[in-house]
């Protein structure tokens, strides 16, 4: 591995139905990040975690759930799918953990919810 | 509020120059980042300045001023793999990224 992965890459969902999106980075960054991406708007930050053990709620964190057990692992649970749930999902990664630091991004997720 | 704009399309010509600006309100600052998106990949890192003036790193150059709460990145020598978007990220006073909604470059040959 190198970088950051995401999987899957594509999910076409049900509506009401529980979702893990999985994000594993091997560059030991502290800080770790989920962002969702729609058309004509700008990433938007769900969920972000400084450190291994401690997690942070962002701009759009409603329906949505993190939790960072060890410093590679940081995957974001969907409780119960929502059409409006329907973007593309991307994980990223930063050394330090202030906003001064390059983020590094994984290869996206492709949610559909129906 | 806190709000980031940025054109939302450009066309440009290979081999010319083209700048896109990105004007910025946020609630304290520390920082405004310049990604680079093609379709359908991740955003990846292209510059990032913290004090005013020019930064220039070979055919790219990103600018600020704080005072004016504007930045722009120039794109020299334009090639044909430069179409992308272009994201101009600032940093809060929570030390979160607050992203604009990217510009789309086209070059046309």
């Known amino acids: 591995i190198a970088g950051i992965t995401q999987a899957p890459t594509s999910q076409i969902l049900a509506a009401g139905r529980r979702m893990t999106l999985r994000c594993t980075q091997d560059m030991r960054h502290n800080a770790m990040y989920w962002y969702r991406q729609d058309l004509g708007l700008g990433l938007r930050l769900i969920h972000y975690s400084n450190t291994a053990g401690t997690t942070g709620k962002g701009e759009v964190p409603d329906g949505y759930s993190v939790s960072r057990a060890n410093t590679d692992d940081f995957p974001l649970t969907l409780a119960s799918a929502v059409p409006s749930q329907t973007s593309v999902y991307f994980c990223?990664?930063?050394?330090?953990?202030?906003?001064?630091?390059?983020?590094?991004f994984g290869p996206g997720t492709r949610l559909t919810v129906l | 509020g806190q709000n980031i704009d940025q054109p939302t399309e450009m066309t440009a010509t290979e081999g010319a120059i083209v700048q896109i600006n990105c004007t910025y309100q946020?609630?304290?600052?520390?920082?405004l980042f310049w990604y680079q998106q093609h379709a359908g990949e991740a955003p990846t890192f292209l510059s990032y300045?913290?004090l005013d003036g020019l930064e220039e790193k070979g055919r790219f150059s990103s600018f600020l001023s704080r005072s004016k709460g504007y930045s722009y990145l120039l794109l020299k020598e334009l090639q044909m793999k430069d179409s992308a978007s272009y994201l101009c990220a600032a940093t809060d006073s929570n030390y979160q990224l607050i992203w604009g909604a990217g510009t789309k470059l086209i070059i046309k040959p």
């Open positions: 990223a990664s930063s050394e330090g953990d202030g906003g001064t630091d390059t983020q590094y």
């Open positions: 300045n913290v």
């Open positions: 946020t609630s304290g600052f520390n920082g």
